[in-house]
C-alpha cells in the first residue's frame, strides 16, 4: 500500500463517493495518493464500484 501513488474510483452511484473518503483514510493513513471519483452509467458484471490503482515500486 506504501507504493501507491494513484487510486481512481468509478462509481455507477456518484452518491456512494461519501464513502469514500473513510475507507481511502482506513487503508492508507496519513499516506495520500492521488484519488479521483468518476460516475458512470454502468460497469462490467452489474458491479457499483471499481476501483483501479497505481503502484510505482521505488529502487532499493
Known amino acids: 500500500m506504501n507504493d501507491v501513488v494513484e487510486v481512481n474510483v468509478f462509481l455507477t452511484n456518484i452518491e456512494d463517493s461519501n464513502d469514500l473518503t ?3 483514510i482506513k487503508y492508507f493513513g496519513e499516506l495520500k495518493p492521488a484519488r ?3 460516475a458512470v452509467k ?3 458484471y452489474g458491479s457499483d464500484i471499481e476501483i483501479k ?3 510505482v515500486q521505488s529502487s532499493r
Request: with cysteine; net charge negative; aromatic share 0%.
Open 53 to 55: 490503482c497505481v503502484a
Open 22 to 24: 473513510p475507507e481511502h
Open 42 to 44: 454502468e460497469l462490467p
Open 36 to 38: 479521483t471519483a468518476v
